[in-house]
């Protein structure tokens, strides 16, 4: 039966095999997964998968409730399972120029208080997208997309069909998670896009998409049938140490059967690493896959340890991109778009041109200083020439950069060409747009009267790194913002939304274009899933400006409760007192920062009734500082004076690391003093408050 094609099978016969393949696929999971032998192999096993979906697709009405296609880790109808990375998925810290790479290894031998040279990794930076394999007992378990770093996405059977991702591995901890880098070489997406053109389909933009949209497919059929590459270059949780260097854990990964980069040297320092970048560089163009940079890493890993990560990069790696890539094209226009900060943001429209690889047609103007050729403090920039409408224009692009106009070509400028005048409006509500001293950017005045703000806090609101809820992305912000009938304007509206409805007798949203019963009881649920919300994401979903994501979890995890914050942050609202001391106090927190957020949420505006209208929606969830268990998680701690064992900064870090909260300065709030020699008025001050005084040594003893 399993010969013929799934187009020549009557109904009876399928719904015999599906039934049989039902049979077969349980008999080899359970052979896979509980007994030492599998009874066929891998390939044969995703034989039966695919035909299975296959038959599916034709006859729907047979698909069985215990369909292998809805089993874990298969592809679900509505997109992928979630995965938890036991380990975060970081990104890397970038760098451009050659000086930072001599300031990156400064930076990494004074964190460690090393002034000898330190040996570091080199390697190409693949432009794919990254994966996180996790094996057990040797076995691939799971593969997950980075996501968002702490939770990706499922695509453990799309990773089997890639041949460069071993099933199997051998001589390999019990618990390995091998990270890198799913890639597609040029040769084989020139022919894919060739494939594509033949059959109608839209030509993928570059390697990079064609590789994220083939890995990213429902059925893993798909992506079996597209060439996708996969180079090893770093790993996740391990129940045991690969090697004492990051050379030699590459090389054990290539041991057991990875493909890791040829191009991989070990350095002695910065000019050995720079030497790496120039011969990586002249290969490029030859290397027959992208590459956007290059990757150095301190290769000791137990001087990795020490350096530890800063909010979302590693302290011990630098990605130095190569050069951006330019071109030149007409300036159409100049739209001004306004952000949720009011902020107004002048958009350059462009003749469509290539690149690096991608269409570009917009592009960022900065501000008005920018198009009239000058920077915030006056001083002309590219020769004080200003950008007009319908210059030849140079842009300009690296990595994700959002592109740019950088230059622009006097020559060809037309005689009638005029200065572009900035609004002094905000084109979107018409209230004054204002300039503050010393500020570059011109803001809408009008607040949460301006459509354009409000839109924009409510997209910045159910964007990734905010509530991030399924389903109501920007597109559909703008729909129910527009809504006459159950409208959204302020994000308290999204948690009322399905009430909304349901009063709504009338036209309820599944009677709606683009929706349907379903789409809307999952938009509902989607919705709901996302009420109850920890306090980090709930702030940074504020929308604040200068409180991004870094700040955000600060504040989370040093009031840790909504109450407690909103609390401290009214009782700091006149920019004095111990609690404005200790909102200052929070390293990684600057006064400016501090004042955008008491602004933003003062006691009396409208904007802070429409936080608390929200919050009366949400279960806010509590932050926990790091490691609990640690003797001083939660506790305040100041370091002064000269430390002997390590430095400030490493102090610092793993303080944090233990869930201590490390301030600047001594406050009654303070637990603990840290004194090396030399401490002067802070130990003073400890002395004042009646604040414990402890010595470096002690320290290290109470933190084991
Ligand atoms: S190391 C903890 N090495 O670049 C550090 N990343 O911009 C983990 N990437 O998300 C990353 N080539 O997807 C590393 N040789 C390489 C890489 C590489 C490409 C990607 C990776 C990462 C992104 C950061």
Known sequence: MADRPVEALTQREAEAELAHLVQALAAANLAYHTADAPEITDAAYDALKRRNAAIEARFPGLKRADSPSDQ??????????????????????????????????????????????????????????????????????QAATRGDGEVGENVTENARTIADIPQRLTGAPDVLEVRGEVYMSHADFAALNARQAASGDKAFANPRNAAAGSLRQLDAGITASRPLRFFAYSWGEVSAPLATTQFGAIGRLAAMGFQTNPLTVSCDGPEAMLAQYRLIETQRATLGYDIDGVVYKVDDLGLQGRLGFRSSTPRWALAHKFPAELAWTTLLGIDIQVGRTGALSPVARLQPVTVGGVVVSNATLHNEDYIAGRDSKGQPIRDGKDIRVGDWVQVYRAGDVIPKVADVDLSRRKGDAQAFVFPQLCPECGSPAHREDGDSVRRCTGGLICPAQAVERLKHFVSRGAFDIEGLGAKQVEMFFKDAILPVKTPADIFTLAARDADNSLQKLKNRDGFGETSAAKLFAAIEAKRSIPLDRLIFALGIRHIGETSSSLLARHYGSWEIFIQAIDSAADFSG?????LTGIDGMGEVSARALIDALHPDSAERAEVNRLVGQLTVQPVKAAATDSPVAGKTVVFTGTLEKMTRAEAKARAEALGAKVAGSVSAKTDLLIAGPGAGSKAKDAARLGVQVIDEDAWLRLIG
Request: proline share 3%; charged share 30%; hydrophobic share 45%.
């Open 72 to 141: 874990v880790g298969a592809a679900v109808a509505d997109g992928f399972g979630k995965v938890a990375h036991r380990v975060r998925m970081l990104s890397l810290e970038n760098a451009f120029a050659a000086e930072e790479v001599a300031e990156f290894d400064d930076r990494v031998r004074k964190f460690l208080g090393f002034s000898g040279a330190l040996a570091y990794t080199a390697e190409p930076k693949i432009d794919g997208l990254s994966l996180s394999l996790r094996y057990e007992g040797g076995r691939l378990v």
């Open 578 to 582: 111990p609690d404005w001391d200790e």
